[in-house]
């Protein structure tokens, strides 16, 4: 069995070119993108599924892999991939935003750990939101379904020259409305709660001027935020969904589906 060089190429690029794309979107995207899993293991998965794509022969441009043309057809799988990650990283982000709100609300801004899929310091709350978010996506079965629109774009957005438009990148950074008004219809009914409670506290404060309002107003706060997040958490799985959903959406428009 003689194998030629241009048969090389071929197999190359029918693993090279989906690698991009999926490579990409592991590593931007929450959940398979933070530091919970190791490179070594991101990129096997990668690769698994870039086996996958090319065992089904996906139509592949009559590009050199190592020529300028091909530098850039690789460049826009990355770009596609990267696209796909990003939207379903600023689906988790609105839960982040919304931690910050409640948290800054109820008193415990300060208290910060270090977020390990975004790498920054955010508040404690932030982390229950962003932790129940994840277990609430995986219940969904979202990553399944993110697999199947990632191995089915290479039906309807082929491996090709061109990727992505410049009215795409706009609709990806219009959907930055989504995750503001999504993280406001998370932390909106904790911080109206807790203005009403602080509301409250500065009556009593007005009525009562030798209550030393520090030794009871602060300590107050936090054990009102903690019974809203009790209150508000059975809701959390609806909101989540909605915009897994809407995330998912964008994407589908984006891919042509």
């Known amino acids: 069995m003689e194998i030629t060089t241009d048969q090389m190429l071929v197999w190359v690029a029918a693993v090279m070119w989906p690698l991009a794309r999926i490579g990409a979107m592991l590593v931007v995207m929450p959940i398979f993108g933070g530091d919970q899993l ?69 008193g415990l801004g300060f208290a910060s750990v270090m977020d390990p899929a975004q790498g920054i310091q955010v508040p404690v709350i932030s982390t229950v939101f962003v932790t129940m978010a994840t277990l609430i996506f995986l219940a969904l079965n979202g990553h399944l379904i993110l697999f199947e629109l990632l191995l089915a774009s290479f039906e309807t957005m082929p ?20 995750m503001f008004a999504g993280a406001v219809l998370v932390a909106l009914p904790a911080v109206a709660s807790l203005l009403v409670v602080n509301i409250s506290m500065g009556v009593i404060t007005r009525a009562s001027p030798q209550l030393n309002i520090f030794a009871v107003g602060f300590p107050m706060m936090i054990l009102m ?28 428009v984006l891919l042509g589906f």
């Open 159 to 178: 491996v090709a020259p061109s990727g992505l438009d410049a009215e795409a990148f706009m609709q990806v950074a219009l959907f930055g409305q989504t």
């Open 38 to 106: 190791n490179a070594r293991m991101r990129m096997g998965l990668a690769l698994v599924l870039a086996v996958v794509v090319a065992m089904q022969e996906p139509a592949l441009p009559e590009v050199d892999p190592i020529s300028l043309e091909g530098t850039i057809v690789t460049l826009h799988q990355v770009l596609i991939g990267l696209t796909m990650g990003f939207i379903l990283q600023l689906v988790f982000s609105a839960l982040t935003q919304a931690g910050e709100v409640v948290a800054l609300s109820m």
């Open 225 to 252: 935020g903690f019974v809203l997040l009790l209150l508000i958490l059975p809701g959390l799985p609806e909101r989540v969904g909605e915009l897994v959903m809407e995330g998912f959406g964008l994407m589908q």
